[in-house]
């Protein structure tokens, strides 16, 4: 620990930055040098402790285990230590130590802390003080380089803007242990199902627009359309800070949007940094802020920490009853449901070491979603071409800007959370099954009849039955060369057929031959239609034009692939928001299993998003 002391006349010394559900974190105004460029992460204590708030303060036996391999951390005399040492051998070197300081623990007395609840209470957001307060039992702060500002400053008068993103998780999981009918879990981010249970329970008044998935994905359009969405919803994930101060988003981590007053603020203090027009500074920093998210990688290499949950919660709290050595809860309540509870008797059958290792891996995943990233810009002095710093030319204003990139909170998930992270998952999942299903109904409910005639029952089809007519009918296809047909021009994988000329009664014995090969269903809605004076005739795409040898076979699969997108309209209304995270084809299909059209869903999803992993 670092031999500094504070005491109660060194606090008027550290203002309010800002807090989240856990520390407040002061910076500093004074002059001793062992602060300046730093700030003070004091912890805090729940006024109402819920369940998983109650941690205890040494590490639990099971906690240990967990992380003894890692870092010596049964030795850690107390959790505090034991967090410590989390950040500098767990996280840090997961996630690149030039970009983590897990910072040193400084000793504070209790009339410090005293004071800096009390000079700090009227800036801090009323739900957070309701929440918490300053912990005074606490002994020790951790003094962390301050993310948002360089630490030599070029001139006296240098001005940094930063970022803060608090990008969530960005992947979709795909674990076998997630139950069927949670299967939105694997279409929707934890982020945007978060999101409509946060608005059903007005923690947030409006969704927000960002998706994880575009900051992560690795494309530079992308992550400038998550960074615009993040402005326009910034809720907890987005702040700007100019040389510390906050310009833009809510300080605390704003339950409701709060941002509007906000955005002349942010146009006016970059004019510090940036040397465009007035109307333009704000998309230009934008523009700047998704380039160093694309430059820099750290989100790939974020994204790789946090896969290490694989098993999904459905999956790793089985392993947490395991190692925590008691009857699995979530296996109880599954109880008669052998077919759901078989699936995961198999995770309680393996070693400990191997569920030690679910657990843990699940644990520094939970931090890696949770964590935040700060990236700092400050202009680049032309005759400074050496500077320690990485650049950005900005194109269209043709300015160069130093930036960094840091990751905060890093902090150690207790095991004992495991139980409340199984229950949030499943409470989030039924609120957004329930505001699906009735958004659903809503929907569909009126329409009209003719739709629901031309839904066909695919499981009814004869699917065997006709691959065996497309064999048989192999030596057909001689009259391929006898017609000549030729493709659509400048397309080779379309052919628009040819109008042939055909007769009554020739259309009356088809459709008197077919009659029997044809869906019972097809034939109570439509019959060949006699009057008819024309068919067209198309190539036999299920086979080749020209066989090679008599006994040639052609094996050939027909996919229809439906619509492959997610719109994204302007026009969609807000209560509609449902069109924009799943597919046309996974809402029909959802209707079409209310109504007994198909017997189950289908597994298949159009929409094939590129960092998923098949
Ligand atoms: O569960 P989540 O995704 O809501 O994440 C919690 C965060 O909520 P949010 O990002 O607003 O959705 C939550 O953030 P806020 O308090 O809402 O700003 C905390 O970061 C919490 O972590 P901890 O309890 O302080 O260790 C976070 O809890 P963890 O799940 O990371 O343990
Ligand atoms: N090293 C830092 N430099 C600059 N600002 C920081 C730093 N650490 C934290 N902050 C600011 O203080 C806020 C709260 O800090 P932090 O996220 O560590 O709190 P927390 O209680 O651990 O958060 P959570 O709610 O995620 O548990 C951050 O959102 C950020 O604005």
Known sequence: MME???????????????????????????STSDFVGKVLRVQKVKRNGTNYEEVPSDLSMHEGLLWNEDCDLLSAPTREIAEHLYVQHVMSPRL????????????????????????????????????????????????????????????????????EIKPKCGFLPCSNYILEEHTMKRCMTRFKLHQTFKLKHKKVSQLSRYDPLDMFSGSKERILK???DLFSTPQNNFR?????????????????????????????ALKFVIQADDGMRTT????????AVFRSGLLDRLL????????????AVHAYYDVVSQPCVVCRDLGEDKQQSDRYTSLHTIPLDESLKIVKEYLIAATAKDLSLMISFRTRE?????????????????????????????????????????????????????????????????????????IVEEDDYPTRELAGLILQNLSCQTICEKTGWKSVEGSNHVDAGVRVLVSRDFLEAVAKNVFSKRPSRRVSDSDVNTHCDYALLISDHSVFPQGLCDEEFSISVEIKPKCGYLPCSNYILEEHTINRYMTR????????????????????????DPRKEY
């Open 284 to 291: 230009c920093f934008l523009e700047l802020v998704s380039e």
């Open 226 to 228: 998550s960074i615009k």
């Open 382 to 454: 032309k005759e400074d071409p050496k500077s320690a710093y990485n650049v950005i030319l900005h194109e269209s204003i043709g300015q160069s800007f130093d930036y960094k990139v840091s990751f905060i909170d890093l902090d150690m998930k207790p095991l004992g959370k495991m139980m409340h992270y199984y229950e949030l998952d499943q409470k989030i999942v039924r609120c957004c099954m329930k505001m699906m299903k009735n958004e659903i109904s809503a929907n569909f409910e009126e329409k009209s009849s003719y739709q629901d005639k031309s």
């Open 96 to 163: 690149g130590s030039n970009h983590v300081d897990a910072g040193v623990r400084v000793l504070v007395s209790r009339d410090f802390l005293e004071a800096v609840a009390k000079n700090v209470f009227s800036q801090r957001p009323s739900w957070r003080v309701t929440d918490a307060d300053v912990n005074t039992q606490c002994d020790y702060a951790l003094l962390i380089s301050d993310h948002s500002v360089f630490p030599q400053a070029l001139r006296d008068e240098e001005f940094s803007i930063s970022v």
């Open 304 to 315: 790789q920490v946090q896969k290490l949950d694989v098993f999904d919660i459905e999956g």
């Open 240 to 268: 700007v800070f100019l040389n510390g101060s906050l310009v833009f988003g809510c300080l605390g981590g704003g339950k409701y949007r709060t941002n509007v007053r906000y955005d002349r603020a942010l146009e006016d």
């Open 585 to 608: 084809f996974k809402l029909h299909k959802t209707f079409k299993l209310k109504h007994k059209k198909v017997s189950q869903l289908s597994r298949y999803d159009p929409f094939l």
């Open 4 to 30: 500094l002391n504070l005491n109660a006349k060194h606090a008027g010394d550290w203002i309010y930055r800002g807090e989240g559900a856990a520390n407040i974190i002061l910076s500093y105004s004074g």
